[in-house]
């Protein structure tokens, strides 16, 4: 049996405690509207697990997928932006 060896807590690596770090929240503020976008998409669709879509909640679910693509749209040009430097 092969044994398994564990680095010393003194690595970089293993020094976590346990909160995110302030790139890491950057990150996630980033992509809040996104984020949320998608929870409508969500809370629109559950809304019609039981019953026939009707005619507004087809145009609750389409504008609600709109705006999940046109967020995921802004939050690629934007990380395309910051990555690059230039207009994406």
Not at 4 to 27: H, K, N, Q, Y
Not at 38 to 54: F, G, K, N, S, Y
Request: glycine fraction near 6%; avoid cysteine; charged fraction near 30%.
């Amino acid at each position: 049996m092969k044994s398994i060896i564990t680095l010393p807590a003194t690595s970089g690596a293993l020094a976590f405690d346990g909160e995110p770090s302030d790139v890491e929240l950057d990150a996630v503020e980033m992509e809040m509207p996104l984020i949320l976008a998608e929870v409508d998409l969500l809370d629109a669709e559950i809304m019609t697990i039981d019953r026939p879509a009707t005619e507004l909640d087809e145009r609750r679910i389409r504008r609600a997928r709109n705006r999940v693509l046109g967020e995921r749209r802004d939050l690629t040009n934007r990380a395309g932006l910051t990555q690059t430097g230039g207009a994406a």
